[in-house]
């Protein structure tokens, strides 16, 4: 596309006459009356002018050039705001402002009136979001779907230390970003029966849903740094065919007459949680094949209107994130064999060659399964295709000579242990090209566990795609004083093309009157932080203090508890030892728990009440302080992480697929504690292992023990005394006053059956903080890691991420080389 790169679009006096129409024209107000939500969406329809005419130009240029197009299908898109990234994409960031301030609007205030589109979880909600503004950046043509959820992700209420869900509700005030498209929907069924017609021989199945609802497209415009492209993120709300029956409401039946509705309304009312164990609700077995089939059907017609079905994987590639849409293998053949009458073996060939699937978790539990009974009743002819796919699959291995029971049983789409129930893992494999996992060392466990018959079988597909973040957001946005300095230094070029231009800070790193510089940014990102904690929980906080930070979804994996018993370790620590010239420290936790989740629920009492205690204990004189920051969303994640001079990364060894905040924290220069972990194993190759702390078992390590069954650790917790100080401490209700008993179960959990070796790891945990105090004294020392971080974390953009799909498993080019602008 060819507009000069970096001239702003529209001047400050044409953009604030834009604002006032819109304020006029759109709310309905003036600048007496308008308040501070008006001029934010005034504002925003400023904003979405500019981006409405790059997209219409973007999707003509899309249809000219016959480019191959990419469908990214997400049950979950952890958007966040999207002003400051639009305006900055856009390059009105500036004009904005100065508009903005011309007319007396103070712009830090009313970007904070948007509301964070919380819809997804954490890390893999998030990864798509991240994609679809790299892919929108390169100029990969490509279209994310997922669902537009009523109510995104619970807001999470902290009443006496307990996490309680409060409804999100997103939506109250409008969303200026999306466009409601009534005229884009599409009908999918539920239930029902098939059957069979035609004459022997030449059969065809009839599915005949005796339940349809209706989707309908709502679409966001996806803009890419610089404007270089604009892609569109496609959601779906769900609505009854009908809604209302007119006749039982003349009867009498008021309630009756809208049941439909409100049934076929719940589709895409709220997300569910996605780490909660057994997700086995109906509704969300629902939830996955309506946005997969709608999709489906949008994405065929727009290749249909272009091209003839056998040229599907030469201009579609579909990405299936994680097993939610895994059903789109089987709603495809549907696709081809029932509505487009192509034949089976050729559907197959089609759907595998546009089909690939990225693997997020190794965890058993998360494993998508679902009943054959349930989808015998909701998806009858979806269970039909599956049990054919399964019949095909191991009809061409026993003709392969493949005969042994139970490796035919490994591969099977059919689980047969626990009730006959689908694998939906294994349907996304054997319907994908491609499979990929997230992170070196997770595709490696990938090959030797949950995929590991049918690696053996399919050695070609299974590849590794290390996740990304994208630097707009985690950098530019998020962190300017960082920005500003770097753009000082090494010239606005290291805006357009950072993944080489921040190896120039390395230099840098060298001269003392830089690190000083340096620290001053850290230190006033510090400085914002501490303003927030002290306005929402009354806590001061010194900023020359460490600030230690482990902000992520609350899981036993992710450890908190380890971090937790290092911070009674260091609390008795302290009150031992009131003379040493200990290095003052904060540790900052925020994080959810899924709502059904008790132990993780439990782990943020505990946080909360080591807060307390710790905050209340005057013998500290504030050496160590413990804050947990509520409601842990993409928008506090942006204050949060350009403020960390530590981040916590020691998720047991094996168990984290990638982690993406890890990456988000050393691009903003934190010094990293963790374990050799998903992409906490890349990051040490490329940062270097010296500028990190390294601790702990190894995946193997933990394997080893596992398999041994040594997961009491009773003899070693009585040869640690700092650790059963600790223990004794939360066990004994030293934290828990009001209720002296409420962590024993958990403190026994850690002593007799330590599946995340929490204890196992302590001492070396401990060791590891202790060369962080030491490293922590010598600010040159720690600054030139610092730094040195930031300028070694280019590899890890979500640009690069994009460029491996694209070049390995698309087979698209980007539009856009890296360095252009
Ligand atoms: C990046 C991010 C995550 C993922 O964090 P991990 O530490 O990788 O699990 C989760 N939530 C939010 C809001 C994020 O921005």
């Known amino acids: 596309m060819s507009q000069p790169a970096d001239q702003p679009s529209e001047g400050v006096e044409a953009f604030r006459a834009r604002i006032l129409d819109k304020l006029k024209y759109a709310t309905g107000k003036d600048i007496t009356s308008a308040c501070p939500h008006d001029w934010f969406e005034a504002t925003a329809l400023a904003a ?419 996740n990304g973040v994208t630097f707009r957001r985690w950098l530019y946005q998020a962190n300017p004083a960082l920005t500003g300095l770097l753009v000082e230094r090494l010239g606005e070029s290291v805006l357009d093309a950072p993944e080489q231009r921040l190896r120039d800070l390395e230099a840098w790193a060298e001269k003392s009157g830089f690190r000083k510089q340096f620290m001053a940014m850290r230190q006033g990102n510090k400085a914002a932080l501490a303003r927030l904690v002290k306005e929402w929980l009354g806590i001061n906080l010194d900023t020359r203090a460490i600030f230690d930070v482990q902000v992520k979804r609350i899981h036993e994996y992710k450890r908190q508890l380890l971090n937790l018993l290092h911070c009674v370790a260091l609390y008795q620590a302290i009150r031992n030892d009131p003379t040493v010239d200990w290095v003052p420290r904060v540790k900052i936790f925020a994080g959810k728990a899924a709502a059904s989740y008790y132990q993780a629920k439990l782990i943020i009492k505990l946080a909360n009440d080591i807060a307390r205690t710790i905050n209340n204990d005057p013998t500290l004189r504030g050496q160590l302080k413990v804050v947990f920051l509520p409601n842990y969303n993409v928008s506090l994640a942006e204050i949060i992480i350009p403020a960390a001079d530590l981040s916590e990364q020691i998720s047991t060894a094996g168990m984290e697929a990638s982690g993406t905040s890890n990456m988000k924290f050393a691009l903003n220069a934190a010094l990293t504690i963790g374990t050799l972990d998903g992409a906490n194993v890349e990051m040490s190759e490329q940062i270097g292992r010296e500028h990190m702390f390294i601790f702990g078992m190894t995946a193997d390590e933990v394997n080893l023990r596992r398999h041994a069954g040594e997961l009491d650790m009773s003899g070693l917790i009585a040869g640690s005394e700092r650790l059963r100080e600790a223990l004794e401490a939360i066990r004994g209700g030293v934290f828990s006053p009001d209720e002296p008993h409420r962590y024993a179960a958990l403190i026994q959990g850690l002593q007799h059956q330590d599946t995340f070796m929490v204890c196992a790891d302590f001492d070396a945990y401990w060791a590891a903080q202790l060369q962080v105090e030491e490293y922590w004294r010598q600010p040159d020392r720690w600054w030139r890691s610092a730094i040195l971080n930031c300028a070694r974390a280019g590899w890890f953009s979500s640009d690069r991420t994009i460029r491996e799909y694209a070049a390995d498993i698309w087979k698209v080019s980007p539009s856009l080389p890296p360095e252009q602008g």
């Not at 709502?218 to 007119?246: C, F, K, M």
């Not at 909660?276 to 949008?298: I, K, N, P, W």
Request: proline share 3%.
């Open 48 to 466: 979405r002018d500019h981006i409405i005419d790059r997209w219409e130009d973007a999707a003509l240029q899309i249809d000219r050039s016959e480019e191959k197009r990419v469908y990214y299908l997400s049950l979950e898109f952890l958007i966040g705001r999207l002003l400051v990234d639009n305006l900055s994409n856009l390059g009105l960031l500036d004009t904005a402002r100065a508009a903005l301030h011309d007319l007396g609007v103070d712009f830090e205030e009313i970007r904070e009136l948007e509301p964070d589109a919380a819809l997804g979880n954490g890390g893999l909600g998030r990864l798509a979001a991240c994609f679809m503004e790299s892919m929108a950046t390169l100029g990969v043509a490509a279209h994310g779907y997922g669902i537009r959820y009523e109510h995104g992700l619970f807001r999470q209420v902290l009443i006496d230390g307990w996490q309680h869900e409060h409804t999100e509700t997103w939506l109250e005030f409008g969303n200026p970003w999306e466009f409601e498209r009534s005229e884009v929907s599409y009908t999918v069924g539920f239930g029902g029966s098939v059957m069979s017609t035609g004459d022997n021989g030449n059969s065809r199945q009839v599915w005949l849903p005796n339940d349809t609802v209706r989707a309908i497209a709502y679409d966001t415009p996806i803009i890419g740094w610089r404007r270089h492209s604009v892609n569109t993120l496609r959601l779906w709300r769900s609505r009854a065919e009908r809604y209302l029956q007119l006749e039982r409401f003349n009867a009498g039946d008021h309630l009756g007459a809208v049941a439909e509705a409100v049934k076929a309304d719940s589709i895409s009312r709220v997300l569910y949680p996605a780490d909660v164990t057994e997700a086995g609700q109906e509704l969300r077995l629902r939830q996955e094949y309506f946005f997969v089939s709608a999709s489906l059907q949008d994405l065929l017609g727009r290749h249909l209107s272009h091209y003839p079905l056998e040229r599907l994987p030469d201009m579609v590639a579909i990405q299936l994130n994680d097993t939610h849409p895994a059903i789109a293998v089987a709603e495809l053949m549907r696709l081809l064999v029932d509505e487009h009458d192509v034949e089976w073996a050729e559907a197959w060939r089609l759907t595998v060659a546009t089909l690939s699937y990225t693997n997020h978790t190794l965890l058993p539990e998360a494993l998508e399964s679902w009943p054959v009974s349930l989808m015998e009743r909701l998806l009858p002819r979806h269970m039909q295709i599956i049990y054919l796919i399964n019949a095909e699959h191991i009809d061409a291995l026993r003709a392969r000579d493949i005969h042994d029971f139970g490796l035919l049983r490994a591969v099977s789409l059919i689980e047969e242990d626990q009730g006959r129930r689908v694998r939906m893992g294994n349907l996304a494999f054997l319907g994908s090209h491609s499979i990929n996992g997230v992170s070196a060392l997770h595709t490696d466990l990938m090959r030797q566990t949950v995929f590991r018959e049918l690696h053996g079988l399919y050695p070609e597909r299974i590849n590794n795609k290390t």
